[in-house]
């Protein structure tokens, strides 16, 4: 039997159709195919939720094909052939696609905003249409393709799973929406890859379907890399130079200023990155930003750095100790007392530096600075022919006392 269904043109009139044409051989009987899927799905509208959050930003162009050059037909779609590049960002690939507006025929609709395409084409029969771009990857870097694979069912005539072949470069699969109740149906499939490359072809190609493939809503993102933090303290004092420990000098024998620097911390997906300073052990933060100041107490302290990406968090610890100008003065004696230059050549000199101890401990830094004025001078005689390294480093030590001080 059958059944009037409506028109569609034909050779320039519009002429009546019917259910039982043979579809793949006629344009006309195409128009009808489509006019009949819309009939069939006019009544049975599902609204399925859909996954619509992606973290990170997506790296695909146009991913939900609604830009480009869209001349719709009289039935809401056009053809595009392989080749075509009218869909922004996208080539066409293996056969006819048909991009589609919401305003169609047969009320399939998006699942983003307005245009999706139907891989199935007008041709309707394999091969199917596809579509792919390149986008620039980072090798090593793994990123999540995501998008909405679109199936239209109607027991007993348009039953049948949709099927696309989603690939990135080597990566990828055929992912099959099997639809159990009839409608404009949308699901959304992802899938990782590593890239291997610094440009990576997406491609979505289709398989199976009847009369309907659809495909809207992709994207690609990079999965979000962890931020590295580096934190550093200064202005650090060491003897000798070069040595491991951390130690700041105190102007006056109760606090130093602190210069803590996370700038050196960084993030592979260059994101904007915050910077919070903790120090022993504290609830709440001291500082933000990666650069901070803070007046320290004479001891040790522990300083940690949490930097966050927005996804992540990385932390860094800094050990260091506030020391008093003579507690200075006796790491100085005690690296002295340690040096190879026989008993001889050393007592005068710790003779000329442990002064300065006491004159410091009391707050005499005029006293103290003098003390290591002499000191120097002590050592340009006797030691700087003898080791000009050594006695480099040990004038350097004092002469950065005597400044933390206001005597240098
Ligand atoms: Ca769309
Ligand atoms: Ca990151």
Redesign the pocket.
């Known amino acids: 039997m059958k059944t009037n269904i409506g028109t569609a043109n034909r050779d320039g009139k519009e002429t009546k159709c019917h259910n039982n044409y043979n579809y793949k051989s006629d344009p006309f009987e195409l128009r009808c195919a489509k006019l009949l899927k819309g009939t069939l799905l006019a009544s049975l509208f599902l609204l399925i939720p859909l996954a619509s959050a992606h973290a990170g930003a997506n790296v695909l162009t146009n991913g ?3 830009d480009g050059n869209f001349v719709p037909d009289g039935n809401g779609y056009q053809s595009k052939f392989p080749g075509s590049t009218d869909i922004t960002g996208w080539t066409v690939t293996s056969s006819e696609v048909a991009w589609a507006s919401n305003a169609n025929v047969d009320g399939l609709t ?7 395409l139907d891989l199935t084409g007008y041709h309707d029969s394999p091969p199917y249409g596809g579509v792919s771009q390149t986008i620039d990857t980072i090798i090593g870097r793994t990123y999540t393709v995501s998008f909405d694979l679109g199936d239209s069912a109607k027991s007993g005539l348009y039953q049948g799973p949709a099927s696309v072949l989603a690939s990135a470069g080597s990566a990828g699969g055929v992912f099959t929406l099997g639809p159990s109740a009839g409608g404009n149906l949308w699901q959304t499939y992802s899938y990782s890859f590593r890239a291997t490359s610094s440009a990576t072809d997406i491609a979505f190609t289709g398989v199976q379907g009847i009369f309907y493939i659809g495909l ?2 992709a994207s690609v993102t990079v999965e979000p890399v962890p931020p590295l933090a580096l934190a550093t303290v200064s202005p650090l004092f060491a003897i000798p130079q070069g040595g491991t420990n951390r130690f700041i000098l105190s102007p006056n024998n109760a606090d130093a200023t602190v210069l803590l620097d996370g700038s050196q911390s960084s993030d592979a997906d260059n994101d904007p990155l915050q910077f919070f300073w903790y120090a022993d052990g504290q609830p709440s933060a001291l500082a933000t930003g990666a650069l901070a100041t803070n007046q320290f107490a004479v001891g040790p302290h522990t300083v940690q750095l949490v930097v966050s990406d927005g996804h992540d968090t990385a932390t860094a610890q800094v050990r260091f100790a506030v020391i008093t100008p003579a507690t200075a003065v006796g790491q100085l004696m005690a690296v002295v007392d340690e040096a190879n230059l026989g008993s001889r050549n050393k007592q005068p000199l710790l003779a000329t530096l442990s002064p300065a101890m006491p004159s410091f401990d009391r707050g005499d830094f005029k006293a103290g600075v003098n003390q290591l004025s002499a000191f120097q001078n002590q050592v340009r005689a006797q030691v700087a022919t003898w080791d000009p390294a050594l006695a480099s480093e040990w004038i350097t030590a004092t002469q950065r006392i005597s400044e933390v001080v206001g005597g240098g």
Do not use: G, L, V
């Open positions: 939900s094909f609604e998006a699942s983003d905003r307005t245009h999706f809207d809503n």
